[in-house]
């Protein structure tokens, strides 16, 4: 079975926000990453039509969407994201890192599977210090 050393992955910027930082795995069924957001920074609110999520926090606190949901988030919470809920994270009060695994591990991307949601633009300006995130990956 192979091991890994998450010091030994490459770090690549994130895929839909190149300021987040990357290290993942691939596997015949899932894929992990260990990432990394600067305070204030992620993807804007969207959904996975295909893949299933669960994230796990390391280090840092993230404001979370989730489907109706708001809430902060720290380490040791666990983030459960089933197929088509809509969601979006944000660090506070500095940068955080946390472990996501998905499935189906299609082409081993994690941002493979994303569905920018219908009210993203609305749910960025709810944020505060929200940047304009839609303009930037789109």
């Known amino acids: 079975m192979p091991f890994y050393a998450v010091s030994d992955l490459e770090e690549v910027p ?9 290290r993942k795995v691939v596997g015949e069924f899932m894929k992990v990453g260990i990432v990394t957001k ?11 039509p295909n893949e299933e999520q669960w994230s796990y926090i390391l280090d ?3 404001h979370y969407i989730l489907g109706d949901e708001e809430r902060i988030v ?7 994201i089933p197929r088509n809920t809509r969601h ?12 996501t695994v998905k499935s189906p591990a299609g082409n081993g991307e994690l941002a493979q599977d994303y569905k920018l949601a219908a009210d993203a633009e609305e749910a ?3 944020y505060p210090g929200s940047k304009d995130y839609i303009l930037r990956i789109h």
């Open 60 to 62: 840092g606190q993230m």
């Open 124 to 126: 960025e300006k709810s």
């Open 14 to 22: 994130g895929g839909i926000n190149p300021l987040m930082r990357v």
């Open 38 to 48: 600067p305070e204030g920074e992620g993807t804007p609110l969207h959904e996975h």
């Open 88 to 99: 979006r994270s944000r660090p506070v009060n500095g940068p955080a890192t946390f472990f």
């Open 74 to 80: 720290g380490p040791g919470d666990l983030v459960h």
